[in-house]
C-alpha cells in the first residue's frame, strides 16, 4: 500500500477526473484497515477537500465499514459547508449510536490540529530561516569596504525595515580616482523588492565599468531594469561620481529624493539642491539629463531615502526633509560618520519609538580642506 500522502494526493484528483475508480481505490483502502487508513482520512481536512469527504461518506457498503467510519465523519461535520457531502455525511451517520465514538472524533480532531500546528510551526521556521539567508545575503551587497579617495571622508549605513528591504547604497571604485556614489529606493518591501533591489545594483555596477557619460548610462540602467521587473515595480535612484582631483560631483536623479550640499557661509548655510535627471527607474524607456556641481572644500553632501526623511512619530506625523536639513546644517564639524550617526538618532528621537515603517538609508559626504 501506497504511503497515506501519496494515496490523498492520487484520490484528490481521481475524485474529479475518474470517480469510480477513486472509489474503487477508496474500497481497497477501507478493506486493508489499519493505521495508514487513519493517517489518510485524518490528510483529508482542507476547506477545498469536499469531494473527497463526500467520497468517504458515500463509500460505506455495511454496517461495519460505517462504523470503521464514524469517528472521522463525525470530526467532519464540524467542518464541512458543502451541502451534498453534509447530506451523505448524515446519510452514513443515521441509525448509528455515535455516543462512544463523539469521544474518539473528538481525540481524532485533536490530533489533526496538533498535527497541522506543528507542520505550520516547522514551515514558518523553514520560512524564518530563509529570510535570514536573504538577510545575510543581501548584507553582503553593501558595500564591504570603502574605496580611498583623497581628499573625502565619507560613509553610508542601510536600516531595513523588515529583514529584508528594498533601499540600496553603493559606493564604485572607479578609473582615475572617481568614486561613484549611488542611493536609491525600490518601491514595496519585502524579497520582491530586495530582488530588485540586487538586479538594479548589478546593472548599475556593469553600466559604471563601461559607460562614462551619466546620461547614457542611467539610460541604460532603466532599459535593463525596465526588461528584468514586472510592470508594478520601479525604484528611484540617484547616482554621481566625484572626480577627486577636481572636485566635481556629476550625477543623475532618477526620480529620487534630491540631495543637498551644504556649504558654510559666514551667515549660516547654503543649501543646494541636487534634482536634475528624469522620471524613475524601471517603469518605461526613458532619456535622462546629467549634471555637473563643483564642490569645495569643506562641503557636505547628504543622500536619504524617504525612509529618513518620513520618519513618523504616533501622533502620524512626519519629520520631513525640512527638518532633516536643518539639523544637518548643525552637524558642522563632525565627521561623516558622526554626521550620520546624529541624523539617523534625531529621525529616532522624532519617531519617539514608533515602529520603523519604511527602510532607512543615509550617506554623508564630506570635502576635506
Known sequence: MKPPEILYEELRHLVVEDPREARRLFHQLLDSGGPILDHFLGCISAPADGRLRQLVANAPRNQRDRERLVPHLIAWQEIETDEFTQRAIARALDGLDTRSTAETALALEVARLTTAIGREMAQRERLNRELEIAQEVQARLFPQHLPAVAGLDYCGHCRPAREVGGDYYDFLDLPGGRLGIAIGDVSGKGIGAALLMASLEASLRAQASVRHELAELMMQVNNLVYEASSENRYATLFYAEYDARSRLLSYVN????????????????????????????????????????????????????????????????????????QFAETCHGLSAFEEMTQILAAADAFAAGTSQHDDMTLVVLHVLS
Open 254 to 325: 532618477a526620480g529620487h529624493d534630491a540631495p543637498v550640499v551644504l556649504r558654510k557661509t559666514v551667515t549660516g548655510c547654503d543649501v543646494v539642491r541636487l534634482e536634475t535627471g528624469g522620471p524613475v527607474i524601471g517603469l518605461l524607456r526613458q532619456s535622462y539629463q546629467q549634471e555637473s556641481f563643483p564642490l569645495e572644500a569643506g562641503d557636505r553632501v547628504v543622500l536619504f531615502t524617504d525612509g529618513v526623511s518620513e520618519s513618523m512619530n504616533a501622533r502620524g506625523e512626519e519629520w520631513g526633509e525640512d527638518k532633516l536639513i
